[in-house]
């Protein structure tokens, strides 16, 4: 058995343990990885999807089938995860293209509003400010000043001219986690589609589309599913139609891509409508194998151990005489908590030479947590900050950025 199938050896077993999961990423036993806010840790069955596909090649040339059979089970361990079925995922190239997809479907005309708020990831809030041409009206909820996002600036901003509302399931910078599930109730009841990026919360926590009640979510194989960039999935909720058919397009979203016809435009009525061309095919043997280390864990589970870890890690900061954000109440926490620093960026690049991997973000160092870290973690990255500060000095009162919300 390799060393990077942990959960082979647990199925018998019940659900994984964080050390058993741990096991199956052995660049952590010289590397304190904080960064999965960004990018997942590396995998021995990464490594080892990564060799069957280039053995495919080599004794294949252009397996094209077997890449065929890989994308589709990807659909189906993604689908898995979120409480989805396959026939509800489309492949796309990263969460971006997801968003557009979504947006183009959409005629703007009647209703031009769309309605989201300042902690949306830029990627995804861009696409929305590229519709303003088409006539759409872009409102930015909430207040950069708090990172908080509330239901009631939602229902503030919706009206019957709301195309499309779209939240984060957990910020990108704050790890703040909204009431994603009361606030899509809110768009959809105002007849508005309703758009989840799940990002950072995939691979985190439990995600269950159902009980988010969505019309899309998009999320990407490349941070807390532990894959490679290259890869997003886009839910669309059964059913669901637009003004009109995506405007971005390829062959892989035909009824029948192996048809090969140049002169038909056809969209199948279930999400790999959205598909465009050929997608990342190594991020997609990457999927599969990261995909596979979350079916013998229990999400539940995932979610204590993270939450345990981010608490330990603030309140021993903070007694370190740290500034760290957090969110307001456990419950609200995402993966990752916020280090303020006057450079966030030098002291990444300084705990990166002590083996820490952190990722920076505006005025904070972000420290994200996997069920692969454990206490071991928290305690070398709070022993390196202590050895910072004694090098640089006590730690500086940076003020969040006071940013006017876009009209």
């Known amino acids: ?59 294949h040339g252009a397996p094209w089938g077997r890449f ?32 557009y997809q979504v947006v183009s479907t959409l005629s703007l005309e009647r209703r031009p509003d769309i309605v989201t ?37 939602y229902t503030a901003a919706l009206s019957e001219g709301t195309a499309l509302l779209s939240v984060p399931m957990s910020t990108y910078q704050f790890a703040e986690r909204p009431p994603v599930s009361e606030i899509v109730q809110a ?34 194989t490349m941070k807390y599913l ?17 003004d009109q058919e995506p405007q971005l397009t390829g062959w892989f979203g035909r009824v029948e891509p192996m048809a090969f016809d140049p002169l038909r435009l056809d969209f199948p009525a279930v999400a790999r409508r959205f598909e ?3 997608p990342a095919v190594p991020a997609v043997y990457a999927a599969n194998a990261a995909l596979g280390l979350f079916r013998d864990v229990d999400m539940a589970d995932v979610r204590r151990h993270i939450t345990a870890l981010t608490d330990r890690t603030a309140r021993t900061l903070v007694a370190q005489g740290e500034r760290v954000r957090r969110a307001e109440r456990p419950e609200l926490q995402g993966a990752h908590v916020g280090l303020y620093d006057a450079d ?24 994200s947590f996997h069920y692969y870290n ?16 004694a090098l640089t000095g006590p730690a500086l009162s940076v003020p969040l950025p006071k940013v006017r919300p876009a009209a």
């Open 226 to 242: 532990a894959g490679l960039p290259g890869l997003a999935f886009l839910y669309a909720r059964s059913g669901l139609t637009g």
């Open 117 to 153: 708020t300042v902690e949306e990831f830029p990627s995804i809030a861009h696409v929305w400010l590229a519709q303003r041409p088409r006539g759409a009206r872009v409102l930015f909820t909430g207040d950069r000043s708090t990172g908080r996002i509330r239901t009631s600036d």
């Open 374 to 389: 454990s206490t071991d973690d928290v305690e070398a990255l709070c022993q390196a900050m202590r050895e910072f500060r």
């Open 187 to 220: 768009g959809r009841s105002a007849g508005a589609t309703t758009f989840v990026d799940a990002y950072q919360a995939v691979g985190a926590m439990s995600v269950d589309v159902t009980e988010i009640g969505c019309d899309y979510l998009v999320a990407g």
């Open 344 to 367: 966030p960026r030098a002291l990444a690049g300084w705990l990166a030479g002590r083996g820490i991997a952190v990722s920076p973000r505006g005025p904070v160092v972000r420290l």
């Open 276 to 278: 465009t061309g050929t």
């Open 68 to 99: 065929e059979q890989e994308v589709e089970e990807a659909r189906e361990r993604f689908a898995a995860l979120i409480g989805a079925g396959p026939d509800q995922i489309a492949i796309l190239p990263n969460a971006s293209v997801g968003a």
């Open 1 to 59: 058995m390799s060393r990077g199938s942990p959960a082979a050896a647990g199925r018998a077993a019940g659900p994984l343990t964080p050390a058993a999961f741990r096991r199956g990423f052995p660049m952590l036993e010289r590397t304190v990885h904080l960064a999965s806010c960004s990018l997942g840790a590396r995998s021995d069955a990464v490594d080892e999807a990564l060799e069957r596909m280039q053995q495919a090649i080599t004794a």
